[in-house]
């Protein structure tokens, strides 16, 4: 059996997971940032090792996170949980858990499972994508997540698509995250005369409503995310993107949107589908598990 645990920036979360892809358990711990990195580590082993009670034999253990291992130091790097970045997380796990572990980053993880057993599950290539407060993506070739050889394997939301965009935290300006995310809807909306308290789900339904400021803050994110996606497609061209995050749940993505790409791809047709994901919430903790085989549990 494999422990999935996903480590997000209020909640862990564990599950186990049998040798079919079956759930079994689900648990989980608060974050507790303030306390430390330590006490994270104990959390996540404290949680590990309840999971383990229940299902009464040592299970394999692999990790979700916001962020990633440095190819070059090995320490933790990008994570909103910041007091893990600098970090030699896999290590100190490791030690505590007395066994190897599986870490990647939240988004590969979301790849891994819709690609094994979720939308993407009869595709040989696949691009999942998250779009929700933040832009990230995962790539799976032939049932494998392909990290890259310096762990930005997917990373297309930090790809630049409008030079005189916003700021990004990263440093550059007018990335994919920053346009095409919830805030960056919602700020969007807000640069062009809408109000700046509403959030992006707000601006999707008031656009559906014949609202014309919110109709043209979709147009212009319709336009974003086919230019973002084109980028992907032209480069990997993917079996099947799988779409996950909060915006996933607008449906013009998968009807306008896809039209979008379409328009952009270098290519006289554009037959790759775009789904929407099949574990929701669960795929990132899903795919932490799945980061070991069945059989090698």
């Known amino acids: 059996m494999r ?43 404290q949680l590990a090792g309840h999971i383990e009670a229940e299902v009464g034999e040592q299970c394999s253990v692999g990790m979700s996170t916001p962020g990633a291992i440095s190819a070059i130091t090995g320490m933790m790097k ?30 590969n993880c979301f790849a891994l499972s819709e690609a094994l057993d979720g939308a993407g599950k009869d595709h040989d290539v696949v691009f999942g994508v998250i779009m929700g407060t933040g832009v990230g993506g995962g790539v799976i070739f032939k049932k494998q997540l392909h990290q890259g050889h310096q762990h930005i394997g997917g990373e297309w939301g930090h790809n630049i698509l409008e030079r005189d965009g916003p700021d990004c935290y990263c440093g550059h300006k007018g990335c994919i995250e920053t346009l095409i995310s919830g805030p960056g809807l919602a700020a969007d909306f807000h640069r062009h005369g809408g109000s700046g308290s509403l959030l992006a789900g707000d601006i999707v339904t008031l656009a559906a409503q014949g609202d014309a400021l919110a109709e043209a803050a979709m147009q212009r994110f319709l336009d974003r995310f086919g230019r973002a996606m084109a980028m992907v497609v032209n480069i990997l061209d993917p079996d099947a993107i799988v779409l996950g995050g909060g915006l996933s749940n607008v449906e013009r993505l998968y009807s306008e949107g896809r039209e979008r790409v379409a328009h952009y791809v270098f ?27 069945s059989n090698e549990t």
């Open 3 to 45: 422990i999935g645990i996903d480590l997000g920036g209020t909640k862990i979360e564990g599950v186990v997971l049998d040798n079919n892809g079956n759930e079994l358990l689900r648990k989980r711990v608060e974050t507790r940032q303030s306390e430390g990195y330590q006490a994270i580590l104990n959390y996540i082993a």
């Open 78 to 107: 990008n994570s909103n949980t910041t007091c893990l970045n600098g970090q030699p997380l896999i290590e100190d796990l490791q030690t505590l858990l007395n066994r190897p572990l599986r870490i990647a980053n939240d988004a």
């Open 267 to 293: 290519n006289d047709e554009f037959i790759t589908p775009i789904l929407k994901n099949i574990h929701g919430d669960s795929s990132g903790v899903r795919g932490a598990a799945q980061l070991w085989e």
